[in-house]
């Protein structure tokens, strides 16, 4: 199948590279045309926050049902001042007649007293949300942005509080990491030509991803930050897939096969092995569909498809590049190109094999008490969703969370929603003794009276904690209020009532995602093992394999932990203060650090494998195996770690959070990993690594990831 693939795309270059570009035309013009809106959505049926919002949109209470936001303002003269309360109420009313589905409650109006700090210079307004999609949220704030513009008044400071008001991330850190691939690839390669195939394969498959989850986009609620998400790992991914077959490639440009033939090899080689580590990925994340959620099912899809779309146009579109570059790989080469590309035997990576080789027990037991270490921290993982608190001071949603806690107390940027159905006639008395009650519970800065609907069958409380949305404690609040505080006092009535709101909601999703983990986890395990069973037909690599990149997970787990939750060193890349871990970032973090650990593994152990076919010595074939492949893959993963990283450089702490796990994670995978851990325990293990039951050879099926050794040591193409 790879020759005649191969043979194909290397003799119709010119259709491939037309067709390619055709394809992403047309992709993104069918995206721009068909695309729907992109929707963050965490709903959770089965939830009580979820079952809270259902009672308000039952109830009439549908502007109450969707988020909730802030415009606050401070003035020296006191919010009174007839100036400032003029413009106040002028914007207040405009608001509300021209933007669609949104209610303003005035600290000026009947019982906004509560609404205007004891100081009398801060007061905030609350802006209800109808319940919308992510776009119409940003419609919404866009709106309401611009009339706050209008208010000109000296000394008048007006803020908008609320996830719909934030800056958008601004899309710096692709680019980053694409110059910083440029230059790894150039210290790698030596030659520019060599340097260049990788990134434009790349960008081809991650432009034709990007546009294919803006099409999914008709069909799933896919939240914004898929996109930003896609194009981090499929720039990463597509740059290491390009890289080894351009790598294979030029080997055999060395060894002297003609541009065809050399091609030819690289694709039936470690174009098998790019195929299957894509698939591994591709399989990992969407284990993620194991979760049972809509947000995971659409970011898993749009970073399945950036992965898909790499992994074609390296089988595809590189080796019709080949075939234009063929014998000018090396042009323009570099000064130090002639000292890169030393004979493997020379090589540092080989005489770093025999020193672990030499001493496997203290390298295995260190690396795996420093992984151990370094994973430690997950033990105190606390799953939830970060706040206002951790944006830039520049923007105004991390300003108008300052001032509320200024002047009322952190609590107040994450209001809990009380939504209870009274279909008996002592149900409203049931409530009054709920708020009081709610009143008197500590973590409760103040709670309003019961507010019912026309009809008097439901109403709503608001409750504000003392603590921050992301604070431990507000989650402690959470629990407490639903297991003691609502049984106690609705005891003996009829009431319906349950507590929502975006702290409560955010709650409950870490407690879904944490019950559903280690479902998740174990699917992608044991189907990894059988994988890496059948490749490697053997049963100790590949829980080898296992066992190591759980160990590389746990401590970019742990590292995560210590920066973000704890907030060590969490000045350094720009974090506001220390929070939780994002709820959803574990499960997405695992998927994605698995599938490229197994890239590694396989890149790796299937190099080791072919050298050990060959010779039949273990560590012959760990050191060959080493220093034919750890250039490359240092290469590779130095690109990872640097397209992952540069995303710490965005605003955004989710996306913070996401590149510092990607990239403390592969690092530690490529170096502590790949070559300290795994020649040290194949030294230990010796011919056992290859040992598989008489009863499995027979009945699994036989996979040449590298192709058939024997015709490749030939100086052939391998047959398919």
Known sequence: MFRALTSVCYRHRRIVVVSWVALIIALWALSSLLGGPYKTEFKLPGSESQAAIDILQANGFGDRAGAQGQIVFQDARGVDDPAVKTAMEGLFTKIQSNVSNVSVTSPYGAGGARQIAKNGDIAYATVNFGDRSQEGYTSAANDIKTLRNEVNVPGLKVELGG??????????????????????????????????????????????????????????????????VAAMLGIGVGIDYALLIVSRFRQGMHDGLAAEDAVARAMNTAGRAVLFAGITVVIAVLGMFFMNLSLMRSVATGAALAVLMT?????????????????????????????????????????????????????????????????????????????????????????????????????????????????????????????????????????????????????????????????????????????????????GSTAVVKLGGMSAGAEDFAAYTAEKLPIFFGAVLALSFLLLMTVFRSVLVPLKAVIMNMLSIGAAFGAMVA??????????????????????????????????????????????????????????????????????????????????????????????????????????????????????????????????????????????????????????????
């Not at 850190?173 to 690839?185: D, F, K, M, T």
């Not at 025999?354 to 037991?365: C, D, G, K, N």
């Not at 996306?655 to 990239?663: I, M, P, S």
Request: proline residues 7%; hydrophobic residues 50%.
């Open 311 to 491: 992994m074609i146009a390296a089988l595809t579109l590189l080796p019709a590049l080949l075939g234009f570059v063929g014998t000018k790989i090396d042009r323009f080469g570099l000064p130090h190109r002639g000292s890169a590309e030393k004979k493997a035997e020379a090589s540092f990576w080989y005489r770093w094999s025999r020193v672990i080789q030499r001493h496997p027990w203290p390298a295995a037991l260190g690396s795996v008490v420093l992984l151990l270490v370094l994973a430690s921290p997950v033990l105190a993982m606390r799953l939830g969703f970060s706040d206002a608190g951790n944006r830039p001071t520049s923007d105004t949603t991390r300003q108008a969370y300052d001032l509320l806690s200024q002047g009322f107390g952190p609590g107040f940027n994450g209001p809990l929603v009380i939504a209870a159905e009274t279909p008996g006639g002592q149900d409203m008395a049931a409530l009054q003794r709920l708020s009081a009650q709610l009143n008197k519970t500590p973590g409760v800065a103040f709670a309003t009276p019961p507010q019912p609907n026309a009809s008097g069958k439901a109403a709503i409380l608001t409750v504000i904690p003392t603590t921050a949305p992301q604070d431990k404690a507000t989650g402690d609040l959470v629990h407490n209020i639903r297991d003691n505080v609502i049984p106690s006092s609705i005891a």
């Open 163 to 228: 996830d719909m008001f934030a800056a958008p991330p601004v899309g710096v850190s692709e680019a980053i990491g694409i110059v910083a691939a440029i230059i790894i690839l150039l210290i790698a390669f030596g030659s520019l030509f060599a340097m260049g195939l990788p990134i434009v394969t790349a960008l081809f498959g991650v432009g034709c991803g990007a546009a294919l989850v803006g099409l999914t986009t008709r069909i799933l609620a896919v939240p914004n930050f898929t996109t930003e």
């Open 563 to 720: 920066v973000f939750q704890w907030g060590w060193g969490g000045s350094i890349i720009g974090i506001g203060r220390q929070g939780p871990i994002e709820a959803w970032e574990p499960m997405m973090l695992f998927a994605i650090v698995f599938g490229l650990s197994m890239d590694y593994e396989v890149f790796l152990l299937s190099r080791i494998r072919e050298e050990y076919d060959h010779s039949g010595d273990n560590g012959q074939a760990v050191a060959d195996g080493l220093a034919a492949t750890a250039r490359v893959i240092t290469a590779a993963a130095a690109i990872m770690v640097c397209v992952f990283a540069s995303f710490i450089l965005g605003s955004d702490r989710s996306l913070k959070l996401f590149g510092f796990g990607l990239a403390f994670a592969v690092f530690i995978d490529a170096t502590v990993v790949r070559l300290v851990l795994v020649p040290a325990t194949m030294e230990l293990l010796g011919r056992a690594n290859w040992w598989l039951p008489g009863w499995l050879q027979r009945a699994l099926p036989v996979v040449h990831v590298e192709g058939d050794a024997k015709a490749l040591r030939a100086g052939e193409p391998a047959t398919p």
